[in-house]
């Protein structure tokens, strides 16, 4: 069965940094390119990062370049989101979630992380 | 403001055939595949209609989609309660070095 399982959210301070992990089990990530997408309390889905599979192409939402890092380990089937200079508005639910076709048709998506900015 | 553009809400009757639309630029529309996501309250979005028209298995035959130019439908036949969810559209956008873009959203309502 295929999975995805978000971990590292918590409540910072802004100007703070976190770093979320998501663990895929029942299949390789190593084919797909994986994604973050976030989801602020009360609003619509927002397109954070993407990663191909072998990491030779990345992508940044302009809301989080500079800040943000995705990288990947496909030895231990895992994504990862570091993100630095956090503000109030990058509060939200992080969603990790596998490519099928590498055109935004993600098919799995995690539970989610909770990340709150707040002084 | 959203990229891609939805109307914020929708509503229809059991048995009735409710259209979402979703309409964006040459740049994601025009240029890559179209994607529709389903997300109940709670919960993570649901891929709904990949690759234009293309239904996941499992996803029942009453959801369609369909692509014209820089524009995009999600049209759901048989409405049933269940459906009552928000709908996303999502798409690759060529510009700005290569991004993701979801709509707004639309809110459907099963009255």
């Known amino acids: 069965e295929v999975q995805l399982v978000e971990s590292g959210g918590g409540v910072v301070k802004p100007g703070g940094s976190l770093r979320l992990s998501c663990a895929a089990s029942?299949?390789?990530?190593?084919?797909?390119?994986m994604n973050w997408v976030r989801q602020a309390p009360g609003k619509g889905l927002e397109w954070v990062s993407s990663?191909?599979?072998?990491?030779?192409?990345?992508y940044y939402a302009d809301s989080v370049k500079g800040r943000f890092t995705i990288s990947r380990d496909n030895a231990k089937n895992s994504l990862y989101l570091q993100m630095n200079s956090l503000r109030a508005e990058d509060t939200a639910l992080y969603y990790c979630?596998?490519?099928?076709?590498?055109?935004?048709?993600?098919?799995?998506w995690g539970q989610g992380t909770l990340v709150t900015v707040s002084s | 403001q959203s990229v891609l553009t939805q109307p914020p809400s929708a509503s229809g009757t059991p048995g009735q055939r409710v259209t979402i639309s979703c309409s964006g630029s040459?740049?994601?529309?025009?240029?890559?595949?179209v994607n529709w996501y389903q997300q109940l309250p709670g919960t993570a979005p649901k891929l709904l209609i990949y690759?234009?028209?293309q239904r996941p298995s499992g996803v029942p035959d009453r959801f369609s989609g369909s692509k014209s130019g820089t524009s995009a439908s999600l049209a759901i036949s048989g409405l049933r309660s269940e459906d009552e969810a928000d709908y996303y559209c999502?798409?690759?956008?060529?510009?700005?070095?290569?991004?993701?873009?979801f709509g707004g959203g639309t809110k459907l309502t099963v009255l």
């Open positions: 029942g299949f390789s990530s190593s084919s797909y390119r």
């Open positions: 999502a798409a690759w956008d060529d510009s700005l070095n290569g991004r993701g873009v």
């Open positions: 690759s234009n028209d």
């Open positions: 040459r740049s994601n529309i025009g240029s890559n595949t």
């Open positions: 979630a596998r490519d099928r076709v590498g055109s935004m048709a993600y098919d799995y």
């Open positions: 990663i191909s599979s072998s990491a030779t192409y990345i």
